[in-house]
């Protein structure tokens, strides 16, 4: 009989991680090593040397991709990430054959991905290759996560996943982040280009807006919308793009449920 396959939980959320933990438990072909936050797990994979580890992508000081990056894909275990993004956020999951869990957790989609996770680990042992968390980060690099703003007298940095939406302002844009405005001299054109698409969507000829930022959507006349963001900001959603926005709402076809 196999050795069970050894578990590392990484997240900031003391009841995230015991609820996977407990998950982990019932399961005999797998044993629970440890836990930790982001900022300490790079040092507990190389340490502990995990079959598999269980990622959360968001944590507020080193998130799941910073984990990755900083330990380098040779190094990386079989990883489950886990996620509160809604749908459209976890389509990179689903295009490059990674698999997820959504918060709060379902216990049968926490199955099906430790069972998937159970035999990319074994398929490891017997030496075969895996290139899908590479092409994942791979994707991921392309796209702009920080941006350098310069003032009178100093440098500001904004990180691209903290920015509400963008504002077309002449010669500049206006990134906007929560109740500040950066201005940043790039076109609406180059600004979107180096935007993860499904992150940031344009949604008028002078407007892109972070997707996970939208929290209502309102009809308006001829087939416009009106976009509600957190923090009440009102965005026009034209007729035009309304389509390319719904996309990021709507789940790729075949996707894992």
């Known amino acids: ?22 998950l982990l438990d019932a399961d005999p072909e797998v044993v629970a090593i440890g836990e930790c936050s982001g900022v300490d797990a790079v040092a507990a994979i190389e340490r502990d ?13 080193v998130d799941g991709f910073d984990v990755l990056e900083k330990l380098g894909i040779e ?11 809604a749908d459209h956020a976890v389509r990179a999951f689903d295009v490059h054959a990674l698999d ?32 899908h968390l590479s092409a994942l980060l791979l994707d991921r690099s392309r796209y702009a996560r920080r941006f350098l703003v310069r003032t009178r007298d100093k440098t500001l940095v904004v990180n691209a996943d903290e ?24 076109t609406m054109a180059d600004i979107e280009r180096r935007l993860d698409p499904e992150r940031f969507v344009r949604v008028h000829r002078s407007a892109i807006v972070n997707i996970d930022r939208v929290r209502e959507i309102h009809a308006l006349f001829r087939g416009d919308a009106e976009l509600i963001l957190a923090g009440g900001t009102r965005v026009r959603l034209s007729r035009t793009r309304r389509s390319e926005f719904e996309r990021l709402f709507t789940p790729p076809a075949g996707a894992a449920s």
């Not at 040397?49 to 000081?61: K, S």
């Not at 990386?76 to 886990?82: E, I, L, N, Y």
């Not at 379902?106 to 290759?129: E, P, S, T």
């Open 1 to 22: 009989m196999n050795e069970p396959l050894r578990v590392l939980i990484v997240d900031d959320e003391p009841l995230a991680r015991q609820l996977v933990r407990l």
């Open 49 to 61: 040397r995990p079959d598999i580890v269980f990622l959360d992508v968001q944590m507020p000081e």
């Open 75 to 85: 190094r990386a275990p079989v990883v489950v990430f886990v996620t509160a993004y």
């Open 100 to 131: 997820y869990v959504l918060k709060p957790i379902d216990d049968a989609r926490f199955a099906h991905a430790l069972d998937r996770a159970k035999q990319q680990a074994r398929a490891r042992q017997r030496g075969d290759r895996d290139d």
């Open 163 to 186: 920015i509400d939406w963008i504002e077309a302002a002449d010669y500049y844009v206006s990134l906007h982040v929560g109740s500040a405005s950066h201005l940043l001299r790039e």
